[in-house]
């Protein structure tokens, strides 16, 4: 039984993944999160927590010595529109963070999962089926901490020879926590939107295409990846992963299909806007499917319904 630290527990993705992980692994799943962002409710009552602040070696030392750590999922980020009011942060966190973890795995013989982004890519990577090896220069530095994360990750596995894996994660749609700051959370904001009968300001232009995912299917391909047989493995840092690509019309489109009242207009963010223009507008997956069998579940119809009936019941 594999013993787990989740770094950024209560953020977008972490707050879901541990309680995910904790199926999985019982109570060997502990919720790292810092001051501020403490677990609550199920997150809280399911296992154990504790202060891990990526920044800070010691405490990542200290957590992993405590609970015998063996697996770190390493989601502490900024997303990419705030990384860009915030770059060193963004670095701080995304690179040097990255860097103790990785430390911390080398001294303990700890396997890391760190996720990467559609947002590695820059205006150089062709845009349609954007090959797994390509050209990454993002100009963004959001996608500048995503390409040195996956290149400092690589470096420590053939180095050093820590377990290293990624994926480069689509724009994410889920119902449970929301996201903060990122160029694809429209595709989150349109569902509340249209769930409380509210018009809906898109910040994205019509025809802008990206790649996104429903969270169900970014945590199984997470746990999935970390549990593949390594000599299958030819990549490590990051797989493209994907599962259905839209622009804000076919989106507004499919939710209006199950809610004819929605009225959706645009109020076009130009820093989005840059930043979405410049990644893929859909990813070629297929040595994520060949070297550890990934495949998407939902479509954007089934993800659609499941969205609207989730938060048809809160509001
Ligand atoms: C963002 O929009 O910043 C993220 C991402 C695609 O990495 N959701």
Not at 5 to 17: F, N, Y
Not at 126 to 141: A, E, F, G, S
Request: charged share 25%; aromatic share 10%; glycine share 8%.
């Amino acid at each position: 039984m594999k013993n787990i630290l989740v770094i950024g527990s209560t953020g977008q993705i972490g707050s879901e993944l541990t309680l995910e992980l904790r199926k999985h692994y019982g109570e060997n799943v502990v919720a790292g999160y810092i001051p501020g962002a403490e677990p609550k409710g199920e997150l809280a009552e399911t296992g154990p927590a504790a202060i891990v602040d990526i920044t800070n070696g010691q405490q990542i030392a200290d957590t992993v010595a405590k609970y015998r750590v063996d697996t770190v999922y390493n989601l502490a980020a900024l997303l990419s529109a705030v990384a860009e009011s915030k770059h060193r942060l963004a670095w701080h966190i995304g690179i040097d963070g990255l860097m103790n973890v990785l430390e911390v795995a080398r001294e303990r013989g700890c396997a890391v999962f760190t996720p990467s982004s559609i947002g590695a890519f820059g205006d150089g990577a062709p845009k349609d089926m954007t090959p797994q090896d390509t050209i990454c220069r993002p100009h963004t530095m959001y996608g500048v901490t995503k390409v040195t994360g996956e290149l400092l990750s690589d470096y420590y596995y053939t180095r050093f020879g820590v377990d290293t894996r990624g994926v480069r994660f689509p724009g994410l749609i889920s119902y449970v926590t929301p996201p903060g700051g990122g160029t694809t959370d429209y595709a989150v904001d349109i569902f509340y939107a249209a769930a409380r009968g509210e018009t809906f300001r898109c910040p994205i232009q019509g025809g802008t295409f990206m790649d996104m995912m429903y969270m169900p299917d970014a945590l199984r391909a997470a746990i999935q990846l970390m549990e593949a047989d390594p000599s299958r493995l030819r990549h490590r840092n990051a797989f493209n992963i994907a599962s259905m690509s839209f622009d804000p019309e076919i989106i507004y489109r499919q939710i209006h299909k199950y809610r004819p009242d929605f009225v959706m207009e645009y109020a076009v963010d130009p820093l989005r806007q840059s930043i979405a223009d410049s990644w893929p507008n859909h990813m070629d997956d297929h040595c994520a499917r060949e070297e550890w069998d990934w495949a998407p579940r939902y479509d954007l119809d089934a993800m659609t319904r499941d969205m609207l009936e989730k938060l048809s019941a809160r509001f």
